[in-house]
C-alpha cells in the first residue's frame, strides 16, 4: 500500500486543515482524518505498532499523546507533523488548565 507524501500536499490543505479543525481535539482529529482515508482503526494500530485498544482512547480522549507520538501517527497517516504537533500540544495544555493559542512554524 502507498501511503501519499506530506510533500505533496499544498501548504493551503494544511491551513484549510487549521480552519476545519481549530476547535477539535486531537483524537477527534484523528479519527476524522483516520476515517476520510478509510482506514480502520485496527490498520492505523498496525502502522503505529501499537494496540488498537490503545488507539481508542487516544481517539476517545482517554489518553493524551505527546509530541513524539503525535509526528508518528501524523507520518502512519501520511500528512504533515505540523497540524498533529499543533493539536496535541494544545491538547496538553488544556489538560493542564492553561488556554493558550499553539501555533507551530519551521524553522
Known sequence: MTIK???H????AIEALKTMW???SFGTFVRSIRESDNISQAE????LDVSRQF????EA???AVGVEFASRIADAL???EELFLELAIRDQLLRAGKKFTVTLKAG
Open 22 to 24: 481549530a476547535k477539535e
Open 9 to 12: 500536499k499544498s501548504v493551503r
Open 78 to 80: 501520511g500528512y504533515s
Open 5 to 7: 507524501r506530506a510533500e
Open 44 to 47: 492505523l494500530a498496525r502502522r
Open 61 to 63: 480522549e482517554r489518553k
Open 55 to 58: 488507539l481508542n482512547a487516544i
